[in-house]
């Protein structure tokens, strides 16, 4: 068996910095725990533009199809800003996950004792808190058509139109199976079935799907029920599967539940490939942060929990995705601290890599 392929694009400002540190623990997974992965690194966003002059260059896009998993840091930035659109770094995130077709996009929610603080809710109703957001991403309001602004009469109309066929929900909802029976074995389906007709057959696909899987307990919500359950009491949920739109407002919802940006990863999942891995990208969900790339004060845990991510939901290595987390978790109690994870009088925040080389250290303590 040769070794899972992993490519990873560390793109601009922050990327590469907290890439680095996602290195050392890739590296020490190989040499501690025999995880050896055939690691190539090439470009995206605007270092892709400063060498290639556009922000993906073909043959990454190739090399991206041809992988187990992508693992990508961050694009963007203010020098870029006055590039035509179609040049712009963020094309090239997009193009990869719209050739990759990547429908379902994993978000999760998970609160660590030590930030418990952190979160703009009561501590109580968030400690403990491990959830996970699937967000159908291709298609729905976003995509469907028609779509526009036309005159009508003497005004202005702006349409929209959401739209999913059967097995648009279908290859959605089941990798959202998939997740729970690999969690808890709970799923939530959150749609508007009570005033939209897309609501209905969404729902009456998830419920057809889950005949595969009698084994998790299928739940059905009206999604503004769900916002306020959400913030009500957000551990009554394991999985919660949702379209495009709810998806978007909701996963960003459960995000602020548990703090800050630096810790949040996110995967974005496609078709199984032929050796039954899905298609995958992993990445942070914040950006490249001009404001202090360059800096040395990223905090890099969000992008190494997107790798615990991929250990887990690509290669099959639950433990040690948990092991990696409880590495995370464990910094955390000890109290580390980068800079945008300040609260307390008197600390002292780390750098990007003595972030890092606390993980690693907790790693090495886990054995
Ligand atoms: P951002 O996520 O880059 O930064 C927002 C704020 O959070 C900044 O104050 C930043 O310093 C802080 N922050 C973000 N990640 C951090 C980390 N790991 N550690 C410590 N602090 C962190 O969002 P912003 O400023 O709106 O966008 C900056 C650039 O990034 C833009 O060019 C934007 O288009 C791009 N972007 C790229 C994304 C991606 O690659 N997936 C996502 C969001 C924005
Ligand atoms: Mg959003």
Known sequence: MPNPSLLILPGDGIGPEVMAEVRKII???????????????????????DVHGVPLADETMAKAQEVDAVLLGAVGGPKYDDLDFSLKPERGLLRLRKEMDLFSNLRPAQCFDALADF???????????????????????????PRGIFEEGNERVGINTQRYTESEIERAARSAFELAMRRNKKL?????????????????????????????????????????QLVRAPKQFDVIVT?????????????MLTGSLGMLPSASLGAPMANGRPKALYEPVHGSA???AGQGKANPIAC???????????????????RLEAAVEKVLA?????????????VTPVSTTQMGDAVVAALDASL
Not at 36 to 42: G, H, L, P, Q
Not at 135 to 142: A, D, K
Not at 246 to 253: E, K, V
């Open 27 to 49: 590296d020490w997974f190989g040499a501690n725990r025999g995880l050896k992965f055939d690691v190539s690194e090439d470009l995206v966003g605007g270092a892709a533009y």
């Open 119 to 145: 979160s703009s809710l009561k501590k109580d109703v968030v400690a403990g808190l491990d959830i996970m957001i699937v967000r159908e991403l291709t298609s729905g309001v976003y995509f469907g058509e």
């Open 188 to 228: 939530c389906s959150m749609e508007k079935a009570n005033v939209m007709e897309s609501g209905v057959l969404w729902r009456e696909v998830v419920t057809r799907v889950g005949k595969d899987y009698p084994e998790v307990e299928l739940s059905h919500m009206y999604a503004d029920n769900g916002a306020m």
């Open 243 to 255: 379209d495009n739109l709810f998806g978007d407002i909701l996963s960003d919802c459960a995000a």
């Open 290 to 292: 001009p404001d202090i």
């Open 304 to 322: 190494i929990l997107s790798f615990a991510m991929a250990l887990r939901y690509s290669f099959d290595q639950g433990a040690e995705a948990d």
């Open 334 to 346: 000890d109290g580390v601290r980068t800079a945008d994870l300040l609260g307390e009088e008197g």
